[in-house]
């Protein structure tokens, strides 16, 4: 399909005998939110490893705007555009909040490991990182050690050194664990100002979230996709609501 | 770089002014003890650029130390002043190859594995210098003429002469200085401390971190070659004790006790750690048991090294660092 920023075509990853992930076909198009759910232990987690680069996977092939990027490692993906959240906070703790974005803006332009150049004066790199802070909302907290702020600034600082890399993919791995309603509501509408331009691909336990931004579900479980489509299609599929909302609503 | 305010720029030109006229002021042993200094805290710098900024502690820079020496000594002719010329970029290119190979080759480890496959290394060019022929064997080379820097018949540096040799190691010193902290202001700076501090993050924003870490080993590896090829010109000597685990141990031990997170931390972890060596020999026989305890002590008692014993009493406050700034910030919060 043309308009697939990605396409990932029978990807599959065993761990010993433990296959994790089997066989998964999805793609994301550009300003989509594709929204990946399952139980736990689905593969969901896995999958976006195998997406970003962070695990190789041991069947299958990964299309970045058409280029294969299947055995490329994580730095070389996130340089060809793909850029990605982790589940647990990854970002720099000891760096201000404008650090952060500026190392993010730097590490994906010409001279990210220049040994001449200041790199605290470029001015495109800060050009950049500050737009990126701008984006999620961070632009006033530019100079605070990112440790002191809260957990849910802490989330969206790391997606604003995804958007510094200039990424055409954003992977975002339950960006809204942990957060308090306050917190996950305007990360949600963070989320779906995203799109533009760009694909998103969301793994989210919050299922109210996921039906308010994204534009297709996947359905996982034991490693193989068992659904896949437009949100209320999926919502009424049977094997779906046996295998997983049937549970979370009875839950709710 | 963090702009250096005037009182910073007022005490570093001091110092290098006060370093410059040592020579005239006390007497010729202690300009050679001073160079000694110079020297083995260039080492130190050169390892910290790997341990402090890279996060990679290695424990085979005794072995660049060494070769480099070996290189100049095998490479001089027997009664003829070796070119400074020609041996320093051979003493420092032939370092740079052996540190590429053991750089890719242990750069695959992390953390504890990376420690033992670095030792490995530097014990199995300690054992080529002690086991082979090649370089006299246990007995070491000795090197008979120091190594001038000569224009045409004018000779402009002659490191057999003591007052040159100490100006030309703290030109080495300042150099060595300068050259890293210019390295952590670049891009490639932050891409090799982001990966220190958080690899996972530093290759998910497209950092080629095994790269960056490469190039700043074989850099590391190189100034320590420069500080062990002066080191063979100063003493006249190489043997293989230069290349060992003792000596990358003793480096490790400047570094820590000079403090990690600066450029010039360790070169005062030098002068501490050879300042009490000599100061112990002089007074008491069995000083390594004297000498271990005190740096056991000055570690439990300063464990961010040198720095902590300045911001303790007082010394640091003025130009404390961003990183004790923010600790302070969070201390209040």
Redesign the interface.
Known sequence: MSGDVLEARGLGKRFGGLAACSGVSLSVREGEVHAVIGPNGAGKSTLINLL?G?LRPTDGTILLDGRDVTVS????R??GGI??S?QKT???P??TVFDNA???A???RP??????????R?SDVREAALAALAEVGLEGRADT?A??MSHGEQRQLEVA?VLA?APRLVLLDEPLAGMGHAEARRMTGLIASLKAGRGILLVEHDMDAVFAIADRLTVMADGKVIASGTVDAVRRDPVVRAAYLGEAEDVA | MQPLSTRTHIALLAAVVAAAILPALVPDYYVQFAAKVLILGTLAMALNLAVGFGGLVSLCHAAFFGLAGYALVLAAPEYDEPSLLLTLPLAVGATVLVALVVGVLSLRTRGVYFIMVTLAFGEMLFFLFHDTPIGGGSDGLFLYVKPVLAFGETILLDLGNPVTFYLVSLAAAAGTWWLIRHLLSTPFGDALTAARDNERRALALGIPVFRVRLIAFVLSAALAGLAGYLSAAQFGFVAPQMLGWHLSATALVMVVLGGTRRVAGPLAGALVVTGLEEVLKYFIDDWKLVYGLIVIALVLLAPGGLQDVARLTGLGRRAGTPALKLKEANNVG
Not at chain 1, 73 to 76: A, C, Y
Request: aromatic residues 6%; contains cysteine; hydrophobic residues 25%.
């Open positions: 970003s962070d490692g994580p730095d070389r996130c340089r850029g990605r982790y990854t970002i720099f000891e760096r500026r190392l993010a730097q590490a994906t001279g990210a490991l220049a040994m001449r150049c200041d790199g605290k470029r050690p440790r002191s050194m890399t």
